[in-house]
């Protein structure tokens, strides 16, 4: 590698360095703690309804969207475990939205409400 690509890739911040610096901070927090339960709340209501899209009436955009979101959380997770070498706190963060998720999907599915 010369010594210009070398420079250059030093320079480029790397996603887990972006994570540590700016987004663990952030979910760190305790006056942010109520924000991120709405947040999760959300993201976690959205993602029981395109599950349940997708595995009731199975719908390939439902199923996309599924695969989307998990995508990008894994992507995100992965990206912390591999800069940090552990799990974090965005990864506990994406763990809490999932279980979340599985708990409205079944929630909703076992009352009736879909």
Do not use: C, D, N
């Not at 480029?12 to 901070?25: D, M, V």
């Not at 927090?29 to 109520?34: A, G």
């Not at 974090?88 to 939205?97: C, E, Q, R, V």
Request: charged letters at 15%; zero cysteines.
């Amino acid at each position: 590698m010369s010594e210009p690509e070398r420079r250059e890739q030093e320079a480029k911040p790397s996603a887990g360095a972006f994570i540590q610096k700016r987004i663990a901070p952030l979910l760190r927090e305790s006056t942010l703690w109520p924000v991120w339960l709405v947040l999760a709340a959300h993201w976690a209501a959205f993602g029981a309804w395109a599950l349940l899209i997708a595995l009731e009436e199975g719908r390939l955009y439902a199923f996309v969207g599924v695969f989307g979101l998990f995508w990008l959380t894994g992507t995100a997770a992965w990206t912390e475990i591999r800069h940090a070498g552990r799990p974090g706190p965005l990864t506990a963060f994406i763990a809490l939205i999932w279980i979340t998720t599985l708990g409205f999907a079944f929630g909703a599915k076992h009352w009736g409400l879909f």
